[in-house]
């Protein structure tokens, strides 16, 4: 009868304990956190700004190794995350939304957005009308695509070979990072809670001005709003630790930016407002509505100042100045009639908001010509600085500088 080779027994059971680098606990944890956070970059660097916005072009090296690193990480396939998320665009806040919180519902999104993505990935009308232009080479033909879930179980394989049995709660980790950062917070609360720049068409929030845990996705509002810039942070206040890596790549020429957000350029105050500012307006119009804006909020806190130091009741202008800057869509129905009282209250404030509305208009009528539009702007500009409200006149000012 053979005898167990007990040093070989040992050896083998210290190894599955420990694996072959037998690390200490935060070292493993740091592998966690850099593997998780090279999965981010891939994300938001090569699928979401590279391949399906094509703000920027990706070299070769940078682009295979991103490619090979989501298939070890994620099993995600290029063309079908590309896809969703155009369509994610095309369609957002609707019913054919794969993912807005707005018709699913906040929970529905947050606790079961993995599950929507797979069962958006099944519909070959989404594919192909959507998925157009990624890669189609061999490798994406034969290994990335045809065996997408074979790179994640070589993931576990080497994490159970690198750290032993801990290395099954490392590969958890690194599975459920993206469902849980991209599908369930980007795509949740990205679009039902946070802060918003810019006035665009769809419920999109920046989460947290400080890009840095999911790659700079955080300003997601700034992303909806300039959906084809490689770069998301506007504010100086804001962090985009993507931007960050695209700039180091592109100083080695392994990246090439093609679009960033537009910025406001002002020169001499033109006598009157022409084609040019109109084409200014246009081009800027989200940067300049978010300028209005903030006007209007202190026109607004400039009245609650003079009814706090009259004691009187302030409970209706501070409901109004949370919704007077916002389109009139995106009022919600019980805010109404206290913007309302505020409006008829307050001629000022009410002359700000209507004045608002007329300069929306400049680019939502696409029935007027240019030269009409044109006019049209010259009249707002007369208007505003006939008014006698420094703000307004200020802010006419302002657009007549306005230039391209």
């Known amino acids: 009868m053979l005898l167990p080779d007990w040093a070989v027994l040992n050896s083998t059971i210290e190894l599955f304990a420990h694996g072959l680098l037998n690390l200490s606990w935060w070292q493993i944890i740091l592998y966690t956190l850099v593997t998780t956070h090279i999965t981010i970059a891939a994300v938001t660097i090569f699928l979401h700004r590279t391949q399906a916005h094509r703000a920027m072009d990706l070299g070769p090296i940078p682009s295979h190794f991103f490619r090979f690193w989501l298939w070890l990480g994620t099993g995600m396939v290029t063309k079908e995350w590309v896809a969703i998320h155009r369509k994610h665009h095309a369609k957002c806040e609707t019913v054919d939304d794969p993912h807005s919180p707005q018709t699913r519902g906040i929970e529905a999104v947050l606790w079961t957005g993995a599950e929507m993505y797979r069962a958006e990935a099944k519909n070959k009308e989404t594919i192909a009308k959507f998925g157009l232009g990624t890669p189609d080479d061999w490798i994406e033909r034969n290994l990335y695509t045809r065996f997408s879930w074979q790179g994640v179980g070589l993931m576990l394989i080497l994490n159970v070979a690198l750290f032993g049995a801990i290395g099954l709660a490392v590969w958890a980790v690194q599975m459920l990072w993206i469902p849980i950062t991209a599908a369930g917070i980007i795509n949740g609360i990205g679009h039902y809670w946070g802060y918003r720049n810019f006035e665009a068409p769809d419920a999109s929030t920046n989460?947290?001005?400080?890009?840095?845990?999911?790659g700079g996705e955080e300003l997601h509002n700034n992303h909806h709003t300039y959906p084809t810039s490689a770069k998301f942070s506007v504010k100086p206040y804001e962090f985009d630790i993507g931007w960050v890596y695209i700039t180091m790549m592109s100083k080695i020429g392994w990246a090439t930016v093609k679009k960033v957000p537009p910025k406001l350029q002002l020169g001499e105050i033109r006598p009157?407002?022409?084609?040019k500012t109109l084409e200014a307006l246009i081009a800027n119009r989200y940067e300049v509505m978010a300028g209005y804006?903030?006007?209007?909020?202190?026109?607004?806190?400039?009245?609650?100042?003079?009814?706090?130091?009259?004691?009187?009741?302030?409970?209706?202008?501070?409901a109004a100045n949370r919704w007077m800057h916002r389109d009139d869509d995106r009022v919600p129905a019980a805010a109404r009639p206290q913007l309302a009282q505020a409006r008829a209250a307050y001629p000022v404030l009410d002359k700000m908001v209507t004045m608002r509305e007329e300069l929306r208009q400049m680019w939502l009528n696409t029935s007027q010509s240019r030269e009409q539009l044109a006019l049209d702007l010259q009249a707002w500009c007369r208007r505003a600085e006939e008014s006698g409200i420094v703000a307004l006149q200020q802010f006419s000012r302002k657009l007549r500088a306005a230039h391209v």
């Open 207 to 214: 989460i947290s001005p400080w890009g840095i845990v999911i």
């Open 272 to 275: 009157v407002a022409d084609e």
């Open 293 to 318: 804006a903030a006007e209007m909020r202190n026109a607004c806190r400039s009245e609650i100042a003079l009814l706090k130091a009259k004691g009187a009741d302030l409970s209706i202008m501070k």
